[in-house]
DNA sequence: ACAATAGTGTCTTTAAGACATTATTCA
DNA sequence: TGAATAATGTCTTAAAGACACTATTGT
């Protein structure tokens, strides 16, 4: 009994988010041969745009979260504020053969990126980029997932670096749901979480009250909503 | 530049669930080894109770979700009514080498399963088996998933040949929540989903007033509460 | 004082929850 | 008619939403 046949590379896909300029943006490399091996033939998509996927190499990791910390470190050189995995597919994605792709959702603070890399606001991309292999519909999973998410939970707050105002975090919010929120509903709703925690620091930025500081009280996402019996995952 | 240590074996765990007797089951498989390789001497968890899961095979296999499918087909021999893909775990699940799992969701109606397998209510599961690999994590990874989106979607309907009864149905949100529901607010909520069709038929058990049978209006899943603007999935 | 934004309070609207009432069936 | 359950209606409670009001800063 012998399926040596049947084993298939697997690559990790994140699609790493960032803020910028009131703008989500989202992670996109251009894919190069490897300066290593110039002269591959066999190099699929070659100048395309593409999310910042890497193989998971069973030899070297030890588990999958390993894999996906190290693409991670590999592709961004930054700190990842937050990670969660999306969804796996599987199929004749990569000319080269059968692959599963495992996707998942990074958010980061924006910050300069490691060569080749580049930010891009997501609405561009979904406009204008075709992606290699099935990174479009990848993408698009991670916003649906992002956005619904955004809904219920905390999540935003870990698109920043550390301290927040509550006008800023409202922002957030409103550009990646689209649509305002009324402040004082807001309000409400984040303090409920218990999230908050003033660090005692104002920010001051014009001639009007400066605004309180925060940080998370916790690392882990918070859930809202009273009328849901148990956690969301 | 030859990366061919780095493909793995990819198995696909579905977590398959069923009503009976009041209860929600799980379909658990004994692990034996294949009757055409008895002598085979790298069979691990041999006799454990495990998920019915099978490999992943891309020369036969055009995309993952007809792997998924034909698992399904293989360890139930019966029509599936839903199905969701949960998570992937990788790492040295099995002593035979890396893998990854992809493990899915299924819900069924409960009959006769082929040989080998047999209906356990979860409960049961959850105290008292030890189940071969990681399954056990994965089982958990289910019902908590399950659970939670009973709490704001038609899902449950699904466990269901064709038609039900709304007490039938109340029941059923009952039992996988383990907590009584107000049956006024429970039929609001599902009324408003604008899942309910009267199928004109009635389910007469007694001297009593029967109940009107009704049927899924469409096949998707719909997700309750006005309070989220976006769909969550 | 004024412009601009931060932060709070009040009222309205809407959905959830508790509970009572009516409806239908068979014996 | 009575027992049992189906189905609906009413009132209460709690959260969401709209909007007005107060607070704090620099010039």
Redesign the pocket.
């Known amino acids: 009994m012998n399926y040596e046949d049947e084993k298939v590379f697997c690559s990790i896909d994140p699609v790493v988010f960032a803020l910028h300029e009131g703008k989500l943006h989202v992670l996109i490399y251009t894919r190069k041969k490897p300066k290593d091996h110039p002269e591959d033939e066999d190099y699929p998509f070659e100048n395309y745009p593409a999310l910042p996927g890497g193989l998971c190499r069973p030899t070297k990791d030890m588990k999958l979260e390993e894999a996906t910390s190290r693409v991670l470190k590999e592709k961004t050189g930054a700190e990842v504020n937050y990670v969660e995995q999306l969804l796996s597919r599987g199929g004749f994605r990569d000319p080269r053969g059968w692959t599963i792709s495992i996707s998942y959702i990074a958010l980061i603070t924006h910050q300069e990126l490691i060569e080749g890399a580049q930010w891009v606001p997501v609405d561009e991309v979904l406009k204008n980029y075709i992606l290699a292999f099935d990174h479009n519909l990848i993408l698009q999973d991670a916003i649906d997932r992002l956005t619904n998410k955004v809904n219920y939970s905390t999540l935003p707050m870990h698109l920043f670096e550390d301290a927040f ?4 975090l409202q922002k957030v919010y409103e550009i990646i749901l689209n649509d305002k ?5 807001f ?3 984040i303090e ?1 979480t218990g999230m908050l925690e003033e660090t005692g620091e ?3 930025d ?7 500081f925060y940080r998370c009280a916790q690392k882990n996402l918070v859930y ?4 849901m ?1 148990g956690p969301k995952f």
Not at 165 to 168: A, Y
Not at 181 to 185: A, L, R
Not at 206 to 212: H, I
């Open positions: 105002t509550l006008p800023q929120m009324d402040k004082s509903t309000r409400k709703k409920e104002m920010l001051k014009g001639p009007y009250r400066p605004a309180k809202f909503s009273k009328n019996k």
